[in-house]
């Protein structure tokens, strides 16, 4: 019981970590496009795996979630590097 409190309490600094390295102008984006915690993670591992800028990413997946593909079909956010 222990450990797994102390499992859920790394997991949540984890993500506190990464979105405090997120920009003002990048959370106005994630707040406007109603981004969840999970989908800005996902965002900002793609821009270190892949080396492309943030906002890029961020202004991407909040074109997507406003998509009927999202929407209507609940698919997943996929990056492919275009722009």
């Known amino acids: 019981m222990i ?13 506190v970590n990464r979105i405090t390295k997120i920009a003002h102008q990048h959370l106005q984006i994630a707040y406007k496009a109603k981004m ?6 996902m965002c900002l591992e793609i821009s270190n ?3 492309v800028p943030i906002d890029q990413i961020f202004n991407k997946m ?5 998509s009927s593909d999202y929407i209507v079909y609940k698919k997943d ?3 492919n ?3």
């Not at 450990?3 to 993500?15: G, H, K, M, T």
């Open 36 to 41: 969840t915690h999970y989908e800005m993670s």
């Open 81 to 83: 590097g275009s722009k």
């Open 62 to 66: 909040a074109i997507f979630k406003e």
């Open 77 to 79: 956010f996929i990056w």
């Open 49 to 51: 795996l892949q080396n």
């Open 3 to 15: 450990q797994n409190s102390l499992v859920n309490q790394q997991v949540q600094d984890d993500v």
